[in-house]
């Protein structure tokens, strides 16, 4: 037969172990569960909000990772982004450069839109405790942000149903 341990050595053990449980249970309590962007909306829902042609459909999405926890996936000339920084960047971002900053209502809990130097129109929201990025390519001078902003909120609320 092995040797038995001393109950005194098993108790703080046995102990030790539950802590360590623990601490990780509310570590990953808190964290946010792992999000694909490109298997929350599908090519065809992208589409159908914001249009596009055969390029559209012959580029398959290709989903990348992100910061530390977040995803993004880019759908031929549209982009879309979970989690890829705390809002707080986006804050600090605004204060620096406000003028270039527009406020929208109606998507998420708050929601910014800008020209991203007429390369694309990007609206950023936060929805609970997500935080996302919409871009869609801009090519002047037909593709506008006054024709793009219509079709970046649509796709963000879009996104953001789909999160909740």
């Not at 108790?11 to 990780?24: E, I, K, P």
């Not at 405790?129 to 963000?156: C, F, G, H, W, Y």
């Amino acid at each position: 037969m092995g040797k038995q341990m001393p109950i005194g050595l098993t108790a703080m053990l046995l102990s030790a172990t539950m802590t360590a449980n623990q601490a990780a249970g509310q570590r990953s309590a808190g964290a946010k569960p792992a999000v694909h962007a490109c298997a929350i909306l599908t090519p065809a829902e992208v589409k159908k909000l914001v249009g596009g042609g055969r390029a559209f459909d012959s580029l398959k999405p290709q989903e990348d990772v992100v910061g530390r926890s977040g995803s993004s996936c880019t759908y031929a000339n549209v982009r879309i982004q979970i989690d890829p920084f705390p809002f707080a960047t986006i804050d600090d971002m605004r204060t620096k450069n406000a003028t270039e900053w527009t406020s929208v209502g109606g998507v998420g809990d708050v929601a910014y839109l800008r020209n991203n130097g007429n390369k694309y129109a990007e609206l950023f929201a936060r929805a609970r405790s997500r935080v996302i990025t919409v871009q869609l390519d801009l090519k002047p001078p037909t593709e506008t942000m006054a024709k793009a902003r219509p079709l970046v909120e649509a796709l963000a609320k879009a996104l953001i149903a789909k999160l909740r």
